[in-house]
């Protein structure tokens, strides 16, 4: 069965702190997608990120970087220099090849503060 | 492109009453699509998905049903609503590796 965990459930920084959040997947499946998503206060879920199994490249956009290893089937995430508007539930995704589930972690609560 | 919408934004019903949310596709065919379940402060619940008309998985047993009538429509029911019920609900669909969700639906059962 597949599993996405989100052992953080609030984390309080301030402004201009770098951040990480923290993602741990179970999966059988030799293929899959982890994603990232951003939900502010307005509720719709935002799209940062997607990661197949076969690319364990780490990823930087702007102030983000995502670090994805497989051997501790983890996928997480950083932000650098954080600001309060990245104050956000944050959640961590699995899908399988066949794409017929997706599945998210609990989410993580990140509160920015100036 | 692809777009989803979903309907209403907000709702208010009564213990017992029933419920309907709407959730369209547009820009894509033969999408699988998703509902999920948002508790106040939790995470988020997959609740059923459907790879086609007429084709709907429970994650979940619950007080709620699913159906797809066509193939870019997902609708979440109930015949008699909870208080549990309460939450936020969002549609998605997803191709081959990419999901996308609507605006969402707050509902507060009173």
């Known amino acids: 069965a597949q599993k996405v965990t989100q052992a953080q459930t609030e984390i309080s920084v301030v402004e201009k702190e770098d951040v990480t959040l923290d993602c741990v997947y179970e999966?059988?499946?030799?293929?899959?997608?982890l994603f990232w998503y951003k939900q502010p206060p307005s509720g719709e879920l935002v799209f940062l990120i997607r990661r197949n199994s076969f690319d364990e490249q780490n990823e930087i956009s702007g102030r983000y970087s995502w670090n994805f290893q497989k051997s501790t089937s983890s996928f997480n995430f950083t932000i650098t220099a954080s600001q309060v508007v990245d104050s956000a539930v944050y959640f961590c995704a699995l899908s399988d090849q066949a794409g017929t589930a997706l599945i998210f972690g609990k989410g993580t609560t990140l509160s920015v503060s100036s | 492109s692809q777009t989803i919408h979903q309907w209403p934004a907000t709702l208010v019903q009564p213990v017992g009453s029933p419920l309907s949310l709407e959730c369209t596709v547009e820009g894509t065919s033969n999408p699988n699509l998703y509902w999920y379940r948002q508790a106040a402060g939790r995470g988020l619940q997959l609740l059923f998905y459907s790879v086609g008309i007429g084709q709907i998985s429970s994650e979940v047993p619950q007080n709620l049903s699913a159906s797809r009538p066509q193939d870019r429509q997902f609708i979440l029911s109930s015949k008699k609503l909870l208080l549990s019920d309460s939450g936020f609900y969002l549609c998605?669909?997803?191709?081959?590796?990419?999901?996308?969700f609507g605006q969402g639906t707050r509902l507060t059962v009173v």
């Open positions: 998605a669909w997803k191709d081959y590796i990419e999901a996308f």
């Open positions: 999966t059988r499946d030799t293929t899959y997608y």
